[in-house]
T-cell receptor, first 116, second 112 residues
Framework: DSGVTQTPKHLITATGQRVTLRCSPRSGDLSVYWYQQSLDQGLQFLIQYYNGEERAKGNILERFSAQQFPDLHSELNLSSLELGDSALYFC???????????????FGEGSRLTVL | DQQVKQNSPSLSVQEGRISILNCDYT??????FLWYKKYPAEGPTFLIS?????DKNEDGRFTVFLNKSAKHLSLHIVPSQPGDSAVYFC???????????FGAGTRLFVKA
């Protein structure tokens, strides 16, 4: 158990809909990262937050947005869903997040999104 | 732009033999490299890492080698065990970069 909690574990929805994925980081971790893993693909970095502030952005679509709340949990919002958005979405947390971004990441079990 | 590449989607090894997983990177700013292991229905878990100031780091059966001039690293597992069967991700980061970049992963099968 990594200590990172993601909900829901599975989600099935239709094209055009909007969903929200939730992540609770490990106790004490200030950084939250979101990654997308499509079929047979690696982990694509989407976005990182540190203590409520966005710190880095990857290949995140404009239809996707995220935020980190004062209690440090994070939500990833996916809107106008398309078939190609079907993927595993992982959240990870770490203690660092400023200029020492070389620490280990602790991953949740992922949220599997299926868009029909 | 794939900055971290794992060109072998899969690898099959006999139990007791050495497994060698390879990874190449393109960004010379990377100064820290990590390997993660992932079992089905679980999130990736950290396995071993290496800083760019080193060329080798060992942890039990796992050794990571870094060749900076070739922008190449490898993970050696000796001896391989059936429980090592998993997907292995190579990852890289650089100080101040705020993000860790992952490769596509290599699926390792260790046959008993």
């Amino acid at each position: 158990d990594s200590g990172v909690t993601q909900t829901p574990k599975h989600l099935i929805t239709a094209t055009g809909q909007r969903v929200t994925l939730r992540c609770s980081p490990r106790s004490g971790d200030l950084s939250v990262y979101w990654y997308q893993q499509s079929l047979d693909q690696g982990l694509q970095f989407l976005i990182q937050y540190y203590n409520g502030e966005e710190r880095a952005k990857g290949n995140i679509l404009e239809r996707f947005s995220a935020q980190q709340f004062p209690d440090l949990h994070s939500e990833l919002n996916l809107s106008s869903l398309e078939l190609g958005d079907s993927a595993l979405y992982f959240c990870a947390s770490s203690t660092t997040g400023t200029d020492a971004n070389t620490g280990e990441l602790f991953f949740g079990e992922g949220s599997r999104l299926t868009v029909l | 732009d794939q900055q971290v590449k794992q060109n072998s989607p899969s690898l099959s090894v006999q139990e007791g033999r050495i497994s060698i997983l390879n990874c190449d990177y393109t960004n010379s700013m990377f100064d820290y490299f990590l390997w993660y292991k992932k079992y089905p229905a679980e999130g990736p878990t950290f396995l071993i890492s290496i800083s760019s100031i080193k060329d080798k780091n060992e942890d039990g059966r796992f050794t990571v080698f870094l060749n900076k001039s070739a922008k190449h690293l490898s993970l050696h597992i000796v001896p391989s065990q059936p429980g090592d069967s998993a997907v292995y991700f190579c990852a890289a980061a650089y100080t101040g970069g705020f993000k860790t970049i992952f490769g596509a992963g290599t699926r390792l099968f260790v046959k008993a």
